[in-house]
């Protein structure tokens, strides 16, 4: 199959290195086209919507599930994958994807609390700040009922992936109070504000918190002590894509040690690349057993998920 001359990536936004896209282009001859989302549900909507143009887009491990039992991704050939032996064993032949068909771990991280430290002087490491009207107007909460009603589902000690009604009534009432505090739901646009100074207190992820941190030192991120969501995107590819062994070409890029601690230097996220971790800033490890036992990984809902999408249709327009 001959290298096409196209590419066009479906990514969060913010999750590259400012060299990955234009160094793949000059070396491979691959013109790239790059649009941003900023939630799972924005891009899976988008995809329903019937948008076959993509060659490549990043799900988190859940909604990769969904996608893959919907038949919408094409399998991956690992043969045109030499540098797939850099991952890490931590994040291969995951559970959201046997035998390693359909994807390759783009990044991880997990979810806490950016605040900022000239006017919080605590570290607020519980949900309960968003329940404080103390900073009313200051806060904001990630655009993301899975991530805003887990984290009010661990305040009460349940999982973040928990389908018990009453359960989920209980997260939704903290949501609705919560929300008479918070500025917004924003996700990772929030950057901006804190550096700003406009937000002190935003649930964020890691990696964009540490973005923030390169623009102000007045920034500082806390880990929930109730406990949050622990990630990783992937990269697949669809089954309508186009250029598919530019796709490939991208994906075996992405795993050269370099290119893989370039983004992680950028986006302030975990590489699942093994091979790219010496070489990072950072040097972010893997997460460690005490840490992985307060994070957890969201996974597909199944039914359950239209009680969730109403739920949180419901705080949204409380
Ligand atoms: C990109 C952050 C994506 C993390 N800015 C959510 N999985």
Redesign the pocket.
């Known amino acids: 199959m001959p290298l096409e001359q196209e590419l066009s990536l479906y990514i ?4 590259l290195a400012d060299t990955t896209v234009p160094d793949f282009e000059k070396e491979f001859g691959v013109k790239v086209t790059v649009d941003n989302y900023e939630s ?1 549900e924005e891009m899976v909507a988008k995809l329903q919507a019937g948008a076959s143009g993509y060659d490549l887009v990043v799900p ?1 491990s859940y909604v990769l599930t969904v996608l893959r039992a919907a038949g919408l991704l094409a399998p991956v050939d690992r043969t045109l994958l030499p540098n797939a032996k850099n991952i890490a064993p931590l994040f291969r032949n995951p559970r959201w994807d046997p035998g390693d068909q359909v994807s390759i771990p783009w ?1 991880w ?1 997990f979810t806490g609390i950016a605040y900022r430290k000239d006017h919080i002087q605590v570290p607020p490491d519980s949900w309960a700040i968003f329940l404080d009207p103390k900073y009313r107007g200051k806060m904001t909460m990630l655009d993301d009922g899975r991530d805003v009603l887990g984290s009010f589902l661990k305040s009460h000690g349940h999982s973040l992936n928990s389908v018990a009604p009453a359960e989920l009534a209980e997260a939704k009432t903290d949501a609705i109070s919560a929300k008479k505090n918070l500025k917004a739901f924003l ?2 646009p929030v950057k901006g504000q804190l550096v700003a100074g406009d937000v002190w207190v935003a649930q964020l ?1 890691n ?2 918190t540490a973005q923030a941190r390169a623009e102000s030192d007045q920034i500082g991120f806390a880990p929930a002590k109730e406990g949050a969501t622990i ?1 990783l ?1 992937a990269l697949v590819i669809p089954k309508a894509a186009k250029h598919k062994r530019a796709a490939h070409a991208f994906m075996n890029y992405i795993l050269r040690p370099e290119v893989g601690a370039a983004i992680s230097d950028k ?1 302030g ?1 975990g590489t699942p690349n093994a091979a790219a971790i010496p070489l990072t800033k950072a040097k972010l490890p893997y997460p460690s057993s005490a840490e992985l036992a307060k994070l957890e990984y969201q996974i597909d809902l199944g039914p359950a998920g239209e009680m969730w999408d109403r739920v949180w249709t419901e705080v949204k327009s409380a």
């Open positions: 969060w936004s913010d999750y799972n988190s990044q991280g996700s990772a992820w990696g964009d990630w995107d986006t996220y």
